[in-house]
């Protein structure tokens, strides 16, 4: 069976919480939005590899160092999504504007491309498994994460 409207909705909704989540540094909402465990891939923009990961670690991580900034804010649109009552596919644009004030340049990095989110229905919830990262460019401090680590 296809996808209805009613769960394309939810699943729009799911990935506009998390990033929402994320910018608000709501770490609890930000993680019921993940599936147990999630393969992340940031590799296009940072190197490495994909990496799968208990969403509670995910959380960890960025609340580790997101904070460290003094603003972010994820803008996602041109929703296109495609599946199976179980499982679906979610492709959107992303643009990723961090902000911390500095001396080492300008005060913000910003990543525009697109997300590709894979979801699965657990329990009756849509829920993001898979994560990546496409990146088209990047402008302004593209040192920022390293100078709000230091």
């Not at 994320?22 to 939005?33: E, G």
């Not at 490495?48 to 994820?74: C, D, M, N, V, Y």
């Not at 596919?89 to 340049?105: E, R, T």
């Not at 009756?124 to 401090?141: C, E, H, T």
Request: charged share 20%; aromatic share 14%; with cysteine.
């Amino acid at each position: 069976m296809n996808l209805d409207g009613n769960d394309k909705m939810a699943i729009e909704d799911v990935c506009k919480r998390l990033v929402w989540a994320i910018d608000r540094r709501d770490w609890p909402l930000a993680q019921v939005q993940f599936s147990n465990w999630v393969t992340l891939d940031y590799s296009e923009l940072f190197g490495g590899t994909e990496e799968t990961l208990a969403a509670a670690t995910i959380i960890e991580r960025w609340s580790s160092f997101l904070p460290k900034l003094k603003a972010t804010q994820h803008t996602l649109s041109n929703f296109l999504i495609s599946g199976t009552a179980e499982s679906a596919q979610c492709y959107s644009y992303v643009d990723g504007f961090h902000y911390l004030p500095n001396n080492q340049g300008e005060d913000y990095w910003n990543v525009k491309g697109y997300y590709t989110q894979r979801l699965v229905k657990e329990n009756g919830q849509w829920l993001i498994a898979y994560m990546k990262l496409s990146p088209i460019y990047q402008s302004g401090n593209l040192q920022l994460l390293a100078i709000a680590q230091s």
